[in-house]
């Protein structure tokens, strides 16, 4: 008997929101303090965050467009694609394409640019020049 008594004055916690579990009702082995936080808890295990992802994902954004912001400021608006793989630019990752007349164009944030296989070429801010293309 004094060893049941032991057991029940351990104060377990929920995983989920750390509330201490009152085990005045339900199974004395549970883990969680209600069903939702069982259900929360298991759908985050099954489901992990992207957030790493999406972190990882916008910092090479956003070092494409500082490469690009550097090249466009310097008045460089087009450089051989090995030189800039080596400015830190990667090739992968951009924020739209379309084509418009017969060639692609390649968006990355606020700055359009043309990849061809051996050349990135007419690198410029999207607002520039949209009076040519109208």
Not at 6 to 26: A, I, N, R
Request: with cysteine.
């Amino acid at each position: 008997m004094l060893s049941l008594e032991k057991e029940s004055d351990q104060v377990s916690f929920c995983p989920q929101c750390g509330k201490p579990l009152l085990l005045t009702y339900g199974r004395v082995d549970r883990r969680f303090c209600s069903a939702a936080c069982k259900n929360l808890w298991h759908n985050r295990q099954r489901y992990p965050s992207k957030e790493k992802e999406v972190k990882k994902v916008l910092r090479i954004l956003f070092r494409n467009r500082e490469v690009l912001d550097k090249l466009i400021r310097m008045d460089i608006h087009s450089m051989d694609r090995t030189t800039l793989l080596h400015l830190g630019y990667n090739p992968n990752y951009f924020t739209s394409l379309q084509k418009l007349r017969h060639r692609w164009v390649y968006t990355c944030l606020d700055i359009r640019y043309e990849l061809t296989p051996t050349r990135v070429k007419n690198i410029a801010f999207l607002w520039e020049g949209e009076e040519e293309e109208e």
